[in-house]
């Protein structure tokens, strides 16, 4: 969660219900799926690279997300008070060598949002015995709609003599912006490892593939766009306003508006495109 947004992005983008619409999952099926189950992101020679399937309780609340990659396995699960609201989840992550990392994240509300997230972070590693558990913390602000406008990250603190309420050294920022449908129109993280830059997004009309996933809160977590589905993205130069680079998106869809591939190219300022990255989408 140190990065929240930046892992959404990647993605670009849970059971309560039957298989019987199965069917609106397949990739570049006709189906009417409506409620994400999976997506699949695949290499450039069509295998796999990373999954990630979703389930929800019978109340349609997102419960537990899976990632399986070739770098290991991510179970995040989410766990919800009397009032079904969502009040932590716990993220497990398992390396190929049998290390395993544990993040509790705790949710904190004011007026029914969400303003904070505190993180108790533990390891049992069987190759290193120099992991002390931490503590870390996120901070939310909103705009007068009500969208997240930005994340303040801190830097991790050692468990053994901090709390949340001690952790004070900043680390970085994600900054939003949205139109009046509630899509994010611009991002930009002050973290950053060459050059600072911030990227802006059109949108298409369609259903975003996360559009029916509950509770807001877990769309408050990730701060982007459920509504509708990114046409373009242009990076620039946050110094100078330069454009770096464009990412072209191009969608299939099933009879329901929701996406069920998506192809996702970059293309450099002097017009020199990468390999175009796949996502394949599943639905109950």
């Known amino acids: 969660m140190k990065h929240v947004l930046i892992i959404a992005l990647a993605l670009a983008v849970f059971s309560c219900s039957s298989d019987d619409s199965s069917d609106g999952g397949s990739p570049g099926g006709g189906g009417s799926g409506t409620l994400i189950k999976t997506v699949t992101k695949l290499t450039a020679a069509g295998t796999v690279d990373e999954q990630f399937d979703y389930e929800y309780n019978t109340l349609g609340n997102v419960t537990k997300l899976t990632s399986v990659t070739i770098y290991g396995m991510t179970i995040t699960t989410f ?8 009040i932590s989840f716990t993220e497990v992550k398992t390396d190929p060598f049998n290390d395993i990392r544990t993040e509790v994240d705790y949710l904190e509300y004011e007026n029914n949002v969400i303003v904070g997230i505190c993180q108790d972070i533990t390891y049992d590693n069987e190759t290193s015995s120099f992991d002390d558990p931490e503590v870390d913390k996120i901070e939310f602000e909103y705009n007068s709609s009500q969208y ?74 990730y701060g982007f766009s459920t509504i509708n589905n990114i046409n373009t993205a242009n990076e620039y130069n946050a110094e100078t306003d330069e454009l770096i680079g464009t990412i072209a998106y191009s969608y299939e869809f099933n009879s329901s508006n929701f996406p069920t591939s998506l192809e996702r190219t970059y293309t450099d300022a002097d017009g020199t495109s990468g390999q175009a990255t796949r996502y394949e989408y599943t639905y109950y």
């Open 148 to 221: 997240v406008s930005m994340f303040t990250h801190y830097y991790e603190e050692d468990a053994e003599f901090n709390t949340c309420e001690d952790v004070s050294s900043f680390s970085n920022t994600e900054e939003l912006e949205y139109d009046a449908n509630g899509n994010m129109i611009r991002y930009e993280n002050s973290d950053y490892f060459w050059t600072p830059s911030y990227l802006t997004y059109t949108y298409d009309d369609k259903n975003h593939s996360y559009a029916n996933i509950k509770p807001d809160a877990f769309r408050k977590l």
């Open 79 to 86: 766990d919800y008070d009397s009032n079904d609201r969502m």
